[in-house]
């Protein structure tokens, strides 16, 4: 089985360190079911803007991205 979603995440775009932010940066310690997705995503391109401020605080690049998640048996 093969499932894909489509979401918005925030890429630094840091030249030093260019990834996507986690879901660490606004919740702190992770909980075992999100162990598999580290990475903040949300299902609106609204909600992941009204959070670029405080990202910009840390990271004065950083932008919105829209991605592909999938997810297959293996």
């Known amino acids: 089985m ?3 979603i489509k979401a918005w995440a925030i890429k630094t775009d ?3 360190n260019d990834n996507y932010i986690g879901i660490y940066w606004f919740m702190g310690e992770t909980v075992l079911w999100q162990e598999g ?3 903040a995503l949300w299902t609106t391109k609204k909600n992941a803007r009204a959070c670029l401020p405080d990202v910009r605080r840390g990271y004065p690049e950083a932008t919105i991205k829209r991605v592909t998640v999938t997810v297959e048996d293996v």
């Open 14 to 16: 840091d030249p030093e």
């Open 37 to 39: 997705c580290r990475i």
């Open 2 to 4: 093969k499932s894909t």
